[in-house]
C-alpha cells in the first residue's frame, strides 16, 4: 500500500514539473503572436539607382537649321512628340530629310539582363517598345488615344535644362508597361533559391543577395546632320541594377540627359 502511494506521488510530481516548463516555452506577449510584416518592393527607381554617361553635344540654330526634319527611329508616336517640340521652339518643319536643311535623329535600343524572367536577355528598340507599351495601355483600357499625351510620367526635368534645351517630348506618354510589352513572365518574382519552383537558372553558388536584379541598360544615339555644321552625335550609355524592373524610367532618364545636350540658339 505504502509502495502504491509512492509511485503516485512520483508520477504527480513528473506531470507538474512537465507543466511548469510547457508554461515557461510559451511566447509571452502580444509581439511574439503578431506576423511579420514584410517590406514592400519598390516600383520605382530613384535618381541615386540609375547611372548616365553621356558624350557630345548638339546646338541647334533656327535660322541656320531650319526647315528640319526630325524622327525618332521606329516610334511615330516619339516622332509626332519631337516634331512638335521643335515646332514649338520656332523650327519649320520638313517633311523629308531631302528637302531639309538639317535633319534631327533619335535612334536607340532597351536591353533587359539578368533576374528571373530576364535571364536569357531581352532587347529591343526604344522606338518598338514604346509603341507597342502605347499600344498595351490603349488595349487594356488604361488610357484613350486622347490621353495617350495626357498621362503623367512623374519623372522631372531640371528647370534650367528645361529652359535651354527642348521640351521632353517623352514626358506625359504612356510607357509605363514597357516591361509587360517586352514579354515579362510573372510567377517567380522576389525568390532567390528559385530551382525548386522553376527557375531555369538552377542553384545560387554565389552572390545570392543580386539574384533577382535586372540589368536594365538603354543606349540611345542623337544625330544632327546639318548643311551648313555638318555632322554632330551625341552618344547616351543609362542603366541600372535593380530588382525593381522599371525600363520606362531609365529611357526617360536617358532622353532627359540627351535633351540637356541639345541646345538650341
Sequence with gaps: MKMTSILFLIAALLQTSAFAQAQQLEPAGPA????????????????????????????????????????FQGSPALTQRLREALQARGFELATD?????????FRGDIVLMGGPTFH?????????????ALK??????????????????????????????LNNFTRGLAISDIVNALGEATGVTGRLNTAFVGDPRGICLSRCEDWNKVNQTVYLWVTLNSKAAGKKEVRILSKAFSETVAPDQVIIFGVDKAIELIRID
Design 97 to 105: 530629310a531631302a528637302s531639309a536643311k538639317s535633319a534631327l535623329l
Design 136 to 165: 498595351l495601355a490603349r488595349e487594356n483600357g488604361q488610357v484613350t488615344t486622347a490621353d495617350v499625351v495626357q498621362t503623367t510620367t512623374g519623372v522631372a526635368l531640371g528647370v534650367a535644362a528645361f529652359n535651354a534645351s
Design 32 to 71: 511574439a503572436s503578431e506576423p511579420a510584416v514584410a517590406a514592400a518592393k519598390k516600383t520605382t527607381l530613384e535618381p541615386a539607382d540609375v547611372t548616365t554617361k553621356a558624350n557630345g553635344q548638339i546646338e541647334l540654330v533656327v535660322s541656320r537649321d531650319s526647315p528640319i526634319f526630325a524622327d
Design 120 to 132: 536569357k536577355g531581352v532587347k529591343a528598340t526604344i522606338g518598338a517598345a514604346t509603341e507597342k
